[in-house]
């Protein structure tokens, strides 16, 4: 049996995201993360036929952080700093696409991703973004409110 990313630990049906979507995932040698999925109705924006753009970045924020948990020596909690996108094409209802992450570096407990989203069919590209992770956050508070 193949080992499993630990994206796929994750993601089991068990979390929101899974649940509401059929991702399936394929792990790359070369640091990459790779998940294919039908877009959701339940995304459609105002028109009924395309997705809204914000299922794209949500997308491309989960596979990245996944990506980015898949290269860490010992998986640990981590938080986007930072993730800038760019959507290109819309995304109809019901349409394969493909959401691909890489891995690019890691510096000062910071890691650096790049993603983007293309059709399954035709290989087009809908959207792109690069992202920052910040490895290790606290997964408790950092103190009560006042």
């Known amino acids: ?7 796929q630990l994750l993601f089991t049906e068990k979390h929101p995201l899974t649940a509401e979507f059929d991702m399936t995932f394929h792990s790359g040698d070369d640091h990459s993360l790779e998940v ?4 959701p109705a339940s995304f ?3 028109d009924g036929i395309h997705v809204h753009t ?17 290269e860490l020596k010992t998986p640990v909690p981590i938080a986007t700093v ?14 394969q696409v493909v959401c691909r992450a890489e891995w690019e570096d890691e510096a000062h407990s910071i890691a650096y ?10 290989n087009l590209l809908a959207s792109h973004a690069v992202a ?5 956050t606290a997964g408790k508070p950092l103190g ?3």
């Open 1 to 7: 049996m193949a080992e499993l990313h630990p994206a």
């Open 132 to 136: 920052t992770f910040m490895i290790g």
């Open 36 to 39: 294919r999925l039908d877009a």
């Open 113 to 122: 991703v790049r993603g983007e989203i293309r059709s399954a069919e035709g």
């Open 144 to 146: 009560k409110k006042k």
């Open 44 to 46: 459609a924006d105002q």
């Open 54 to 70: 914000g299922f794209h970045t949500l997308i491309l924020d989960t596979v990245m952080g996944a990506c980015a948990i898949g």
């Open 82 to 95: 930072k993730l800038t996108s760019n959507h290109l094409r819309n995304i109809k209802v019901g349409e």
